[in-house]
């Protein structure tokens, strides 16, 4: 039983970190309608972001957390304003095609700036709190208090602000809510900034838990796709239980499976969805 909590708890914390990638990763798809495979970057960038004041400053990270998730904003605008923007009316295979171009030069831009090793936000180990024969450590209660402030603050804004309704609206039926007198360029841009700072959050959050390394959004994104799909692409809210879905289901696995084989548990269940139903979870519902 202690290790079946001792899971649970390191699910839940993978699977807030998932759900929040996941949930600018469906925002994205819903309103431009292309899998964004720079989002990952966006993570990583978010995580290092965050290291600059802790590093220069000697701020700690939960102040930094701002600042980061405000700079990942900044630059998923940006790129959106500097090249998407000029790409709107094509395939969006060729969207998919140059967001690969800029997880590529984003990765390469956080190894120019700082390298390619292990980044820390803090020297020295983190003692645990042990509860019952679970290890509880004060990062886990942090991150998951933090997923679910943002989630809650997301909900708020989608379903009170004249904003969020129409980012909803668009979600839905694009075409219907042009008509209607919706700003599409305003909606766009609230995409990218919800997204943008819900990716930095994730590669925070993982910092946290982990280290900082330029491949570490990379890495998490096959979860974070399956997160995605799991809940219904398009569909925020669908995202959450997706991402808690496969944080669980990761670490449920290594009870019979070596941890490096975790990710293939992802891509197990993202197929498993794709063949059974490709819509997902919470397909049909409201965005």
């Keep these: 039983m202690a290790e079946f909590l001792q899971l649970t708890i390191y699910g839940i914390v993978a699977g807030s970190i998932f759900s929040l990638g996941a949930i600018g990763l469906s925002l994205v798809y819903g309103i431009l309608r292309f899998p964004h495979f720079a989002h990952g970057d ?14 220069i400053l000697g701020a700690p990270p939960e102040l930094s957390f701002f600042f980061g998730v405000a700079a990942t904003m900044v630059v998923a605008v940006a790129v959106d304003q500097i ?17 690969v171009g800029v997880a590529l030069i984003l990765r390469s831009l956080v190894q120019l700036f700082w390298g390619a090793g292990n980044q820390y936000y803090s020297q020295g180990i983190d003692m645990p709190w042990r509860l019952s024969g679970v ?46 007198g919706i700003e599409v360029n305003k909606v766009i841009i609230w995409t990218w900034v ?10 925070i959050f993982l910092g946290l838990d982990t280290r900082l390394h330029p491949v570490m959004g990379w890495r998490i994104l096959l979860p974070v796709f399956a997160a995605a799909i799991l809940g219904g692409i398009g569909r925020p809210y669908g995202a959450i239980v997706g991402g808690l879905i ?11 499976l070596s941890p490096p084989y975790k990710p293939a548990v992802a891509f197990a269940l993202m197929v498993i969805m794709l063949i059974f139903k490709p819509t997902g979870l919470f397909a049909g519902r409201k965005a």
């Design 42 to 55: 966006l993570i990583t960038l978010g995580a290092y972001f965050t290291l600059l004041p802790v590093s």
């Design 83 to 99: 090249l998407y923007r000029r790409l709107r009316k094509v395939a969006p295979v060729i969207l998919l095609i140059a967001s």
């Design 135 to 180: 290890n509880v450590k004060p990062d886990h209660l942090l991150i998951v208090a933090g997923a679910v402030i943002l989630v809650v603050l997301l909900h708020l804004f989608l379903q009170k602000t004249k904003t969020g309704k129409a980012m909803r609206a668009m979600s839905d039926n694009a075409d219907l809510a042009q008509v209607t």
């Design 194 to 203: 919800i997204g943008g700072g819900m990716a930095a959050a994730a590669g």
């Design 246 to 256: 496969i944080g669980l289901a990761q670490e449920y696995s290594t009870v019979i």
